[in-house]
């Protein structure tokens, strides 16, 4: 069975830092492109970033830029969202998810497509 496990959310006060972990099993995870999306309160999905199988190449929407790095492990079949100078405006659920289309091309983040973990809260804070 596919799974996707987040980790690695909380609370943190503007301009700090997390690291969120996506942990993966039951499927050839370097085969994958990986992504991550978020979906504020009372707001839609949202794509953040992309990672290509090999690590190779990256994509990121243009809030994460500069702030957000992507990175994969795949000898862990992990997936990583470091996260800094948070805003509040990131508070938001954050997914790791995979097969969902070319994101970084615009295709919408769709909950029906592809496989998804549960996901992990981020609030930024004061």
């Known amino acids: 069975e596919v799974q996707l496990v987040e980790s690695g959310g909380g609370s943190v006060q503007p301009g700090g830092s997390l690291r969120l972990t996506c942990a993966t099993s039951g499927f050839a995870f370097s085969r994958y492109t990986m992504n991550w999306v978020r979906q504020a309160p009372g707001k839609g999905l949202e794509w953040i970033s992309t990672?290509?199988?090999?690590?190779?190449?990256?994509y990121y929407a243009d809030f994460a830029k500069g702030r957000f790095t992507v990175s994969r492990d795949n000898a862990k079949s992990t997936v990583y969202l470091q996260m800094t100078s948070l805003k509040s405006e990131d508070t938001a659920h954050y997914y790791c998810d995979k097969d969902t289309g070319a994101l970084w091309l615009g295709a919408p983040p769709d909950r029906s497509i592809g496989s998804w973990g549960q996901g992990t809260q981020v609030t930024v804070s004061s």
């Open positions: 990672i290509t199988m090999d690590g190779l190449t990256t």
